[in-house]
């Protein structure tokens, strides 16, 4: 099965800051990942697919690149309401893979 | 609009059958292209994909769990129906339903509340 590798686990940063994830494949999966915003208590939610098409109603300053085996999750603000855990997920040949998940706290 | 929701015990005892049922609202599971999957999440870890069911009823597990689980939907009632066997406390965990589609590459886009499973005797 394909391992996802996210990193940091953790990231504590400012209201305003640039943050950024990264999320590796341990092969090429070109480009099916998606990107999930998971606040606690509840269901996680879609930000990021296709690695970088934005979600219907998901602010302008989330953003996803990449293909084959890195991808870049990135806020370009950060804002109050994303500090949260965030994770990537794989698809590939009918197999659907989540990394471990990143921890944005407030810095 | 699309809604999807768990329901089952919360309460099962080790060995036990787990059997969750998801029932969803705003598609068809008869649309080409649309399946529904269950994922959990074990308290403070990360989510863990378990098994899709498509709309042609082609069924997927995940390769770890696979001789545990079963995945059937029942398109009349809107239904998709999860059954574990042989339940352990390192089951202990939400269980989420998601839907995806054959435009959405392979994302989740729309999820249950989830429900929390306990194993404990």
């Known amino acids: 099965d394909i391992q996802m590798t996210q990193s940091p686990s953790t990231l504590s940063a400012s209201v305003g800051d640039r943050v950024t994830i990264t999320c590796r494949a341990s092969?090429?999966?070109?480009?099916?990942l998606a990107w999930y915003q998971q606040k606690p208590g509840k269901a996680p939610k879609l930000l990021i697919y296709?690695?970088?098409s934005l979600e219907s109603g998901v602010p302008s300053r989330f953003s996803g690149s990449g293909s084959g085996t890195e991808f870049t999750l990135t806020i370009s603000s950060l804002q109050p309401d994303d500090f949260a855990t965030y994770y990537c997920?794989?698809?590939?040949?009918?197999?659907?893979?989540f990394g471990q998940g990143t921890k944005v706290e407030i810095k | 609009q699309v809604t999807l929701r768990e329901s089952g015990p919360a309460l099962v005892k080790p060995t036990q059958t787990l059997t969750l049922t998801c029932t969803f609202s705003?598609?068809?599971?008869?649309?080409?292209?649309?399946?529904v999957s269950w994922i959990r999440q074990p308290p403070g870890k990360a989510l863990e994909w378990l098994a899709l069911?498509?709309?042609?009823?082609?069924?997927y597990y995940s390769t770890s769990l696979k001789t545990r689980l079963t995945i059937s939907k029942d398109t009349s009632k809107n239904q998709v129906v999860l059954t574990m066997t042989n339940m352990d406390p390192v089951d202990t965990a939400t269980y989420y339903c998601?839907?995806?589609?054959?435009?959405?590459?392979?994302?989740?886009?729309?999820w249950g509340q989830g429900t929390l499973v306990t194993v404990s005797s």
């Open positions: 998601a839907r995806t589609h054959s435009g959405s590459y392979g994302s989740f886009d729309y």
């Open positions: 997920q794989q698809y590939n040949s009918y197999t659907w893979t």
């Open positions: 296709k690695a970088s």
């Open positions: 705003g598609f068809s599971l008869s649309t080409s292209g649309m399946c």
């Open positions: 069911i498509d709309w042609d009823d082609d069924k």
């Open positions: 092969q090429s999966i070109s480009s099916w």
